[in-house]
């Protein structure tokens, strides 16, 4: 970097006052144009990206200056020293690390979750400075001063209701793994007349997805008259949380409604260091959360609230990365659950990861020609406009955290399907600032989370087990791509006889992210039905599939 790189540096600390003791950390520095919110919620990829800074700092004294200047990597723009002269609405946060030290033998500095899903500008004790509208000329200011001088307080935990049960266990499994205790945590709703039928015992269905703050999508009390009608951009509707309230009202009432059929609907809370959630499988950088979630936490639930505790009596469904989970469950766990149901999963097979075949390009970025290269896309909407790429995507991450701890969809992605590098942490897939892919890695992900590959390898073994089992839904114009996998899985299912997966793949026309084989209903409405939508086809796979002499009667009345 030259003298000019050089010439603006912002530096920030805290106080003794706010924080005693030194921290380690993701110290991020936010600049924005828009002052509607604070520039910590204002944060995405691609056109609307707000520019963004970050470094580490390990053992960050109370009045120590950390500087941020212009050879420090950024987003969108690269550097500071290149950021137009001009206005700016500047913040700074400082994502807290905890130190781990793992089974492996390996120590690494991590975000501890703290009730918050891993949302590093809402997380519970990190510090961050109240955004000033500054002057910015990069060729000419040398030095601006930020002080951390606010703490995110603690998030209230939700109560206990007639419907809705709270639960929280130290998973034995995982404590041994991070070295430090660790927990799981669901909520659980109860289906109507659980105290009255006292002898009844119910089927379960997990419902997988990203970390639940309560049950979702289910209200019993009615909705708010004086409630603000808020503008939903992804859907363009006005009042959108009114539409939320609504659904969730209208979800209770058909819970209660005499032939709604009854059983307990469980939504895990299992953030991990990485991500809000990790993926519900046994991972090397993560350890085994398929394992404490099925073998620890589900027979915890069906023990304290009368669960029937059989394979044939339980369910998983979800979308998105919930969609993935209940596939990826049902596979590794074969005759532990009889049924999933996904929807848009995330990439089932990694010919097709998003835009990327991991196999075969070598570039996680760019289509390259013999004297062009083209930015793969990251993100379209329902008539293939463009907003992100791929690179935007994983430029953004790389800002918000190095060795895979942005808490960001590429990275939990990678902390899931990644051996553990020799640093302890997650061995990169690919070059996070070039998109160079490392194709040893890639093998590695192919054997142990490919799921179309691992299904493929195993048929013979597997194809008994998950018969009837299989369901996926997705539309045609999924704003992450995420069809073109499922593309793949239909291809060897449908095509697979010894013996036919006798299961569903199913498709929305033109719909995007995440249509869940709701053909009546535009996706805004559908997403919020799910505590409901997929229980009648849960009974039917009980009628036919149940055992002789298995309960099908106790929990239905």
């Not at 002269?85 to 991590?110: C, I, M, W």
């Not at 307080?153 to 266990?169: C, F, G, L, M, S």
Request: aromatic share 12%; glycine share 8%; net charge negative.
């Amino acid at each position: 970097m030259g003298k000019t790189d050089m010439a603006l540096a912002i530096a920030v600390r805290f106080d003794a006052r706010l924080e005693s003791e030194s921290l380690d950390g993701r110290l991020l520095l936010l600049l924005s144009t828009a002052d509607d919110t604070e520039p910590r919620f204002q944060v995405t990829p691609g056109v609307d990206a707000i520019q963004l800074h970050g470094i580490d700092v390990e053992g960050l004294a109370p009045g120590e200056w950390a500087t941020i200047d212009g050879s420090v990597f950024g987003y969108p723009i690269a550097s500071l020293s290149a950021l137009p002269p001009g206005d700016y609405v500047v913040q700074a946060v400082l994502h807290r690390y905890e130190t781990f030290n793992l089974a492996s033998g390996h120590t690494v500095k991590l975000p501890m979750d703290r009730g918050e899903g891993q949302q590093w500008n809402r997380a519970p004790g990190n510090l961050f400075s109240t955004p000033r509208t500054l002057r910015i000329d990069p060729a000419r200011e040398a030095r601006i001063e930020i002080e951390l001088d606010q703490r995110i307080p603690p998030i209230e935990q939700p109560a206990d209701t007639p419907h809705v049960r709270h639960i929280r266990i130290q998973s034995q499994l995982l404590t041994e793994f991070w070295g430090r205790p660790m927990y799981l945590g669901a909520h659980v709703l109860l289906p109507h007349g659980f105290d009255e039928h006292a002898d009844a015992r119910y089927p379960l269905a997990v419902f997988q997805g990203h970390f639940p703050a309560d049950v979702s999508s289910f209200r019993e009390t009615s909705p708010d008259p004086d409630l603000q009608p808020e503008f939903s951009k992804r859907f363009n509707i006005d009042g959108y949380n009114r539409i939320e309230q609504e659904e969730a009202w209208r979800n209770y009432q058909r819970w209660i409604e005499p032939d709604q059929p009854r059983m307990l609907v469980v939504e895990i809370q299992h953030p991990t260091p990485y991500y809000d959630d990790s993926y519900a499988v046994n991972s090397a950088s993560m350890g085994p959360w398929g394992d404490a979630i099925t073998y620890e936490l589900i027979p915890y639930i069906e023990e304290q609230f009368r669960g029937i505790g059989e394979g044939w009596a339980r369910f998983l469904y979800g979308g998105s990365t919930g969609g993935w989970e209940a596939l990826a469950v049902q596979i590794f766990y074969p005759d532990e659950y009889n049924g999933a149901f996904a929807a848009c999963p995330d990439p089932v097979d990694f010919r097709a990861f998003t835009q990327v075949d991991i196999y075969q390009d070598s570039n996680a970025y760019f289509v390259e020609g013999p004297f062009r290269r083209v930015c793969r896309p990251g993100h379209r909407n329902a008539l293939g406009h463009v907003t992100a790429t791929l690179q935007d995507y994983n430029h953004l991450e790389l800002v918000l955290g190095t060795r895979g701890r942005s808490g960001e969809q590429f990275d939990i992605w990678q902390a899931v399907s990644s051996p553990q590098g020799d640093d302890g942490y997650p061995r990169p897939i690919w070059d996070k600032l070039t998109g160079e892919i490392d194709h040893q890695v890639a093998e590695y992900w192919r054997e142990h989370f490919d799921l179309r590959h691992i299904l493929a390898r195993d048929w013979k073994t597997l194809g008994p087990r998950l018969e009837g089992k299989l369901h996926v839904y997705v539309g045609t114009m999924d704003n992450y791509y995420l069809n073109n996998a499922v593309y793949l899985l239909e291809e060897f299912l449908k095509n697979t006889t010894d013996p036919y997966f006798g299961g569903e793949v199913d498709y929305g026309c033109r719909a995007e992210h995440c249509w869940n084989g709701d053909h009546d209903n535009p996706i805004w409405i559908s997403r919020l039905r799910y505590a409901t939508f997929y229980t009648d086809k849960i009974v039917r796979r009980i009628e036919a599939s149940a055992p002789p002499g298995a309960d099908l009667s106790s929990w239905r009345y």
